[in-house]
């Protein structure tokens, strides 16, 4: 696909990575979503085990603002998009756009849970996993950005080592986790929270609901309407 430059001045998708990765991780996802929505991508890192959450949500509002975009989007992995819907929570003047969490534990984590149990856990874990993942409560969205939720469904990660997974969870967060309720859409694909990264499907799901506002499923159109069969 040609990238139209005029868009891609105007329109920016930040993506944010999750615990224990930088912005390297993010770059297959980047090249996709860029060649998806013919749309500029920027990638935000932040230091995932150190300082609080509201650092990090400062820190993103910061790198946003500074990029004077007309519409702006995100794209958040696990930890990074709960940054996400903080920064949003905190400001209410950022451009327009739409949001898609990938895999993020909004109802809290129980792998993180029983990681942080063990010795030197929740250091490990660091003070924004255990803020808003461990000693948290029940999360609902009430902005007004539309957000869209992916879930993955292969069972291949660390967090089944520390915890008993025992329904649908993408080897470290269970669907029922990433849940939020506001949120405009939900879907579970096969894939395992880190696959996320560099899943195809993962990829084309999340720009078609930053450009359509839902998730692609089969018999249903762009517009919503269900396609004859």
Sequence with gaps: MTINRDSRSSELIVLVHGLWMAGPQLGVLKHRLEENCALQA??????SISK???????SLLQFVRARHAERLHFVGHSLGGIVVLRALEM????PPG????????SQGCRAARAVARLPFG???????????????????????REVGVIAGSSRIGLGRLFANLDTDHDGTVLVEETKLPGAKDHIVLSTSHTGMLISTKVAEQAAWFLREGQFRREGRTADGEDEDV
């Design 52 to 58: 609080r959450m509201s650092d990090h949500a400062q």
């Design 122 to 144: 929740r250091a490990i874990l660091g003070a924004s996993i255990c803020e808003e993942c461990i000693d948290c409560g029940p999360r609902e969205w009430t902005g007004r």
């Design 91 to 94: 400001s209410d003047d950022l």
């Design 42 to 47: 920027a990638a935000f890192s932040y230091p």
């Design 98 to 105: 739409r949001v898609v969490l990938l895999g993020t534990p």
